[in-house]
């Protein structure tokens, strides 16, 4: 059998699996209440009802009505609506720092393997909202659909799509508004590996791979923090990661460690024991692409308080933009700096990544950190981008773009800083150092285990790598038929 025809099987069976999920009958709410109408009529013109029954009834009849009215009929009024509105905008800036990740990765990386890129990066946002509304939000938050997530605090499912998820009478925002920014966050761990595989993994590979990510691994790390999981169930606090330092980025960032490892350098990276630097074919699509996802990055951090309607809440959203403004600052001077003294000159690349290993760090703690303890968090985050960096180039493991060391690394530290410098959730009592530690390195050994094991199958399989001639010639023309750059 040969690996395009087994590529070509493989693309088909996630289409048809699309489509038999799509065509699967569905409950809606107006099913169900039609249904316990029925079910009460019929129970009602029965001589041996209970009391205990009546009420079961009752208040199941109660939930079901309260499910199909609409927010109007709730009364949920102007709170409700300006978080949802600014909730859905807060998920449109992280949907933008798509485009950032994309200008980012290519830019480092070979202008032959820029469609590429392009493409994966477009594949993790199409397949990941697809996935992530079948499988990954139930998975991730299965206690909005009712389940008892202290009973089933290490996996649970709630269900298919937003059906089950109630529009409760004190929402405060809407379910689809929810989803929405949820998903976003799930298609931005998935595109951070892109940039850790880059110029050598196949496509039908990656596809395999982004499936898996965004449909099962994110969603269930991310249900044992923020759906309320056994790392939220410790007697003596919970694990603090506001934005998802760890949730997010730390998965990325080590399921990335993980296919840059199995997938090996590419060609010519390392001779002869040396490390050969491949420098990527446009710094300045890669800095454009930092502002687009500093920029972006507001809707992330501040868009993750989730609530925008009161005094206290609005106060919260502009000091955690601060906070995040000013680690990010930190962090891209640092790099610099350290990047000038090690190297004679400023690299740009350098505090590229800095700004980034700013912004990754700060995102688990720009809650509860003062502005001065910011400018500190960003301000490591910068050295470990550099030292990480040179780890791994020790290590002859080849990270194009230095995903690790930006979001696996860095993911790292953000949690960890919550253990160790001084702020509101130590002060308060709500977690500590060894509640950081372990929430840390669950998450990450949980992204890298699993990864690690994925892309060691699709390498025994024979369908990871592209050839020798394949990534000589770039994947533009191997992967895809087609050029980024015209010749003429």
């Given at each position: 059998?040969?690996?395009?025809?087994?590529?070509?099987?493989?693309?088909?069976?996630?289409?048809?699996?699309?489509?038999?999920?799509?065509?699967?009958?569905?409950?809606?709410?107006?099913q169900d209440a039609e249904t316990e109408v029925e079910v009460e009529e019929t129970t009602t013109e029965s001589e041996g009802d209970t009391s205990d029954e009546a009420d079961e009834s009752s208040a199941g009849d109660t939930e079901e009505e309260e499910a199909a009215m609409t927010p109007g009929e709730l009364g949920l009024g102007i709170d409700y609506a300006f978080n949802t509105i600014l909730l859905f905008l807060s998920g449109v800036l992280v949907f933008f720092m798509q485009a950032g990740f994309a200008m980012v990765e290519s830019g480092f990386n070979s202008g032959k393997n820029a469609i590429n890129i392009l493409f994966k990066n477009t594949m993790d946002i199409s397949v990941g909202v697809l996935l992530f509304f079948f499988i990954g939000f139930g998975l991730m938050y299965p206690g909005a659909y009712g389940i008892d997530v202290e009973a089933n605090k290490y996996f649970a499912f709630g269900g298919v799509g937003l059906d089950g998820y109630p529009l409760a009478a004190d929402a405060g925002y809407s379910p689809a508004a929810d989803w929405?920014?949820?998903?976003?966050?799930?298609?931005?761990?998935?595109?951070?590996?892109?940039?850790?595989?880059?110029?050598?993994?196949?496509?039908?590979?990656?596809?395999?791979?982004?499936?898996?990510?965004?449909?099962?691994?994110?969603?269930?790390?991310?249900?044992w923090k923020w759906g309320g999981g056994w790392l939220m169930q410790f007697e003596n606090g919970a694990f603090q990661d506001f934005a998802g330092s760890a949730v997010v980025h730390g998965v990325g960032g080590f399921a990335g460690l993980a296919g840059a490892i199995v997938l090996g350098p590419r060609l010519g990276r390392y001779v002869d024991g040396k490390s050969v630097p491949l420098?990527?074919?446009?710094?300045?699509?890669?800095?454009?692409?930092?502002?687009?996802?500093?920029?972006?990055w507001y809707g992330f951090n501040p868009g993750s308080q989730l609530a925008f309607a009161s005094a206290d809440d609005a106060t919260a959203v502009s000091n955690i933009a601060m906070t995040t403004t000013l680690a990010a600052g930190a962090g891209?001077?640092?790099?610099?700096?350290?990047?000038?003294?090690?190297f004679g000159k400023p690299d740009l690349?350098?505090?590229?990544?800095?700004?980034?290993?700013?912004?990754?760090?700060?995102?688990?703690?720009?809650?509860?950190?003062?502005?001065?303890?910011?400018?500190?968090?960003?301000?490591?985050?910068g050295v470990l981008v550099i030292l990480g960096i040179m780890m791994l180039d020790k290590l002859q493991i080849d990270d194009p773009v230095g995903a690790w060391p930006v979001h696996g690394l860095c993911g790292i530290w953000g949690c960890m800083a919550i253990g160790i410098l001084p702020n509101t959730h130590l002060a308060e009592g709500n977690t500590n150092f060894?509640?950081?530690?372990?929430?840390?390195?669950?998450?990450?050994?949980?992204?890298?285990?699993?990864?690690?094991?994925?892309?060691t199958i699709l390498k025994g399989a024979g369908i990871l790598r592209v050839s020798a001639e394949d990534e000589q010639a770039g994947l533009d023309i191997s992967e895809h038929g087609m050029q980024a750059y015209a010749t003429h």
């Open positions: 059998m040969s690996l395009v025809f087994l590529q070509r099987t493989l693309s088909a069976l996630m289409l048809v699996s699309v489509f038999a999920l799509v065509m699967a009958p569905a409950v809606s709410w107006a929405f920014f949820q998903a976003m966050f799930a298609a931005t761990a998935a595109t951070i590996v892109s940039g850790a595989v880059a110029g050598r993994m196949k496509v039908g590979a990656y596809l395999i791979y982004s499936a898996i990510l965004t449909g099962l691994v994110y969603p269930i790390s991310g249900f420098p990527g074919h446009n710094i300045v699509l890669a800095g454009l692409g930092v502002f687009i996802l500093w920029f972006g891209g001077l640092v790099a610099t700096l350290l990047s000038w003294v090690m690349s350098m505090g590229l990544n800095g700004i980034l290993g700013g912004l990754v760090g700060i995102t688990a703690c720009c809650d509860c950190m003062s502005y001065s303890m910011s400018i500190l968090v960003g301000a490591i985050a060894m509640i950081q530690l372990i929430g840390t390195l669950s998450i990450c050994a949980w992204a890298f285990v699993t990864m690690f094991i994925l892309f």
